[in-house]
């Protein structure tokens, strides 16, 4: 019987150090396309949320041991015990349902006995009422369309026919002769921007009342509103730009029908940013280019930009000497993304990142001052990012490959590391974007549903949209009862008190 033997497709070389080169060479790329591998499985089979649970053994759990565990020995962790007593209030008995707002209408149902059973059955003594059981539920009625009729009398004068006739001034409408009013319009914005209704489904849940009005008529009436909320949204920009100490930015795609491409959608982009954690302002650019945030921020006048790590913020950053931040749930999600290459790894640089979010936890808890934030960072986030850093520096036994997913992480940790640390230097500075993120979320909810913008101009219409109802929702404030106040004033508005208008002012002047 003969036996094969495997042809090896290049040749081998006799001298040793050549041999031991090459054994490295194909070592490091078997490594590569294992990790690579282990990367594509998880795209296609893995969990895309990033809940992470630590994998290390329970004696490494504490801040002690993940710092022996890196190699760093950082003083003053000596070992102390305290006994810590505490008083805790007995929760009341019962279903911890929340109660029904009492600024609801109530329907009341009288439940009286019969008149006989009103007469005591021993003495025959008419029974007095010593009061009442009350029972509430929570009942719910389908939209109500109604018409407001506006009866205007005209009055002229029977001797003077010339003299004309008078009536009263209709009120202050949203949209001049137009038949739908600040309620109807303010129920069409928000369910599609705030409940990503597209506007077809709204036109069929129309009908089911009978009242018939076409999505293009919708659509008209949004372009209208959006002409007068456009003086809004600009003054809004100037706030932003001229009294923010900090922007946070991202940007997220958006697709836009567009008559200049054949066949499929132009990919356009919407740049949301956030001033000090108050005020949104979203724009609408054609391109990811570094030309969109460079004109908005031009006259930015505040001291800090916090964004991912696209350079394309780097010439406003250079021009306008801004203190330029970074996002550690970015970098975070990179090391999330491979940590099924080494787990061993990559579990303690998650625990790490896990440890300076523990801080800040413990800092919103305590409703901490900037001031005093500050300092605990300087007392329990310093040592952490020292253990990060060595951990990232000096692997260990693990096997970091330069042009893997995880030396990219681990790469970019460490060349954006100034940008990443720098949240120390203020306490009013946010360790993250996901502020941003959560800001632009209701976009990606949006796209599922409505799809594409129909045009430029409405995806310009949606930037005017989001950026109202995004600082509306920073800022706690309903933003249907926003829309019904402000949509018949803004047309009329006196152009010198037009702040007045933006979400943040109408909200004081509601208190």
Known sequence: MSVKTATIPFEIPSDPVEKDALLVKLHNETQYLKQELANLKRMIFGQKRERFVPSVPEEQMTLEGLFEAAGVKIPGFAETKETITYDRRKPKKGHGR?????????????????????????????????GEDITEELEYKPAVFFVNQYIR?????????DNGVTTAALPSRPIDKGIAGPGLLSYI??????????????????????????????????????????????????RLLNESFLIQTDETTLKVLDETVKDKCALGYLWPYVGDGKLAVFEFQDSRSRDGPTDFLKKYTGSYLLSDGYAGYNQVVEKKDLTHLMC????????????????????????????????????AEQKLTPTKRGELRHKKSVPVLAAVKELLTNPGSSVVLPKSKLGEAAAYTLNHWEQLTRFLEDGRLPIDNNLVENTIRPIALGRKNWLF?????????????????????????????????ILPKVASYPANKIADLTPINWKMTKR
């Open 453 to 485: 913008a129909g045009s430029p101009e409405g995806a310009k219409r949606l930037a005017i949209f989001y950026s109202l109802i995004a600082t509306c929702k920073l800022n706690d404030i309903n933003p249907y009862e926003y829309f019904y106040d």
């Open 189 to 238: 914005i928000v369910s599609k921007h705030v409940d990503h209704l597209p506007l077809y489904r709204l036109e069929q849940m129309f009908k089911r009342y009978t009242i018939h009005i076409n999505r293009s008529t919708m659509c008209g009436w949004l372009g209208q509103i959006e002409f007068y909320l456009e003086a809004v949204h600009r003054e809004m920009r100037r």
């Open 328 to 363: 550690w749930a970015h970098a975070r999600r990179k090391f999330f993304d491979v940590k099924e290459l080494d787990p061993w790894f990559v579990d303690r640089v998650l625990t790490f990142i896990g440890k300076l979010y523990d801080v800040e936890h413990e800092a």
């Open 98 to 130: 929340k109660p029904i707002p009492d600024d609801l209408h109530r329907e009341k149902h009288i439940l009286d006995v019969l008149g006989t059973e009103k007469i005591c059955s021993c003495c025959g003594t008419k029974k007095k009422k010593i």
């Open 153 to 161: 009398p005209k009055y002229a004068c029977p001797k003077c026919p």
